[in-house]
T-cell receptor
């Protein structure tokens, strides 16, 4: 079974600084998708960024970028120029095609003004 | 385009009762997945439907069931409620057969007393 591990229960960063959230996963498959979701206090899960395993290029969405290391099964999220609105729980997730998402336990990101 | 709509937003039920939660996916989306979120277990996949067929099921007891209608709307049912069923239940919809871009609703907060 696939597992997703987020080893940082909580991270804190100063506003405007850069922070990196870690995620590792375990799978025997070669084709899959990885995601970072944000869950603010409203509880709405918001898709931040998606990475297709067969693409070597790291995905980027504005201030959010990933470092995808397929061989190491590592998928970290970098948030540049952190803003107060970035404060939330961040979940790393994995899926293959029609399977459900497998989530990590989450990282609580605190933004210090 | 309207997002994923879950109703009701909050629900309080008594042990032993049953409950039905509803999810209306984004217009045009044919895949609907359900997840349970608790502080202890995190986010766990319940089941996934595509074109009225359950394609995948997570590791939950038979008390948890679901269905999808021809208009892609989905319901999940929990019978003989237990205190441990108290959770946030999240529904997500995806455009196609592959669950590679899931959009979540705001969830239904179920409290069992």
């Amino acid at each position: 079974a696939q597992t997703v591990t987020q080893s940082q229960p909580e991270m804190s960063v100063q506003e405007a600084e850069t922070v990196t959230l870690s995620c590792t996963y375990d799978t025997s498959e070669s084709d899959y998708y990885l995601f970072w979701y944000k869950q603010p206090p409203s509880r709405q899960m918001i898709l931040v960024i998606r990475q297709e395993a067969y693409k070597q290029q790291n995905a980027t969405e504005n201030r959010f970028s990933v470092n995808f290391q397929k061989a190491a099964k590592s998928f970290s999220l970098k948030i540049s120029d952190s803003q107060l609105g970035d404060a939330a729980m961040y979940f790393c997730a994995y899926t293959r095609w029609a399977d459900g998402l497998t989530f990590g336990k989450g990282t609580h990101l605190i933004i210090q003004p | 385009k309207a997002g994923v709509t879950q109703t009701p937003r909050y629900l309080i039920k008594t042990r032993g009762q049953q409950v039905t939660l509803s999810c209306s996916p984004i217009s045009g989306h044919r895949s609907v997945s359900w997840y349970q979120q608790t502080p202890g277990q995190g986010l766990q996949f319940l089941f996934e439907y595509f074109s009225e067929t359950q394609r995948n099921k997570g590791n939950f007891p038979g008390r948890f069931s679901g269905r999808q209608f021809s208009n892609s709307r989905s319901e999940m049912n929990v019978s003989t409620l237990e205190l441990g069923d108290s959770a946030l239940y999240l529904c997500a919809s995806s455009p196609g057969q592959e669950n590679t871009e899931a959009f979540f609703g705001q969830g239904t907060r179920l409290t069992v007393v």
